[in-house]
């Protein structure tokens, strides 16, 4: 089965600061999707990025980026120029096509901090 | 606009009772899905359905019930025999066919058992 870490189940940044949150997965596919869900206070989830295992381009979002290492199995989150709104729990997911179908599998999450 | 509705959404159960969580959405989405959300945790999923009148088990599903009669709702019903129901419920929806869609969330319902 499909597993999702999210090594950081806290982290902290200054405002305008640039903060990477971890997640590493466990696959035997070659075909799948990689999101990143925010969290915020207020309980909505929200898609942040997404990211397709062929694709060897590091999906970008505005002040979001990942680094995705398909060998490695790794799929971090870099915001930059936090601002006080990226405080939220961050979740990694995974959706592989043969195995998953149209499940995802959430690792424990990242709670953001950013200190102004 | 098209979203996802779920009510209520605060939700107060005595033991022992039965209990039905709503969630309609009008994205025109085939799959919906329910997760359970417990303090500082992940997502985890009870059930999913994919089209009208079949559904899946999740990876909770014990103690939980559903139905898709119809295409736009999904509704979750929490028995009494779930031993610990007390959580954040989250109803998400997604297009069908196409690989790599996401989902998309409601807002979440709130059960405590007093």
């Known amino acids: 089965a499909q597993t999702v870490t999210q090594s950081q189940p806290e982290m902290s940044v200054q405002e305008a600061e640039t903060v990477t949150l971890s997640c590493t997965y466990d696959t035997s596919e070659s075909d799948y999707y990689l999101f990143w869900y925010k969290q915020p206070p207020s309980r909505q989830m929200i898609l942040v990025i997404r990211?397709?295992?062929?694709?060897?381009q590091n999906a970008t979002e505005n002040r979001f980026s990942v680094n995705f290492q398909k060998a490695a199995k790794s799929f971090s989150l870099k915001i930059s120029d936090s601002q006080l709104g990226d405080a939220a729990m961050y979740f990694c997911a995974y959706n592989g096509r043969e195995t998953s179908g149209s499940r995802l599998t959430f690792g424990e999450g990242t709670q953001l901090t950013v200190n102004p | 606009d098209g979203g996802i509705t779920q009510s209520p959404k605060y939700l107060f159960r005595k033991e022992g009772q039965n209990v039905t969580l709503s969630c309609e959405q009008n994205l025109n989405h085939d799959a919906m899905y329910w997760y359970r959300q417990d303090p500082g945790q992940g997502l985890r999923l009870i059930y999913y359905s994919q089209i009208v009148n079949d559904f899946q088990k999740g990876d909770i599903a014990e103690g939980y019930s559903v139905s898709r009669e119809k295409k736009e709702s999904f509704p979750l019903t929490v028995t009494s025999a779930q031993k610990n129901p007390t959580a954040f419920y989250l109803c998400?929806?997604?297009?069908?066919?196409?690989?790599?869609?996401?989902?998309?969330f409601g807002p979440g319902t709130r059960l405590t058992v007093l």
């Open positions: 998400a929806s997604r297009k069908q066919g196409l690989f790599g869609y996401e989902q998309f």
């Open positions: 990211q397709e295992a062929y694709k060897q």
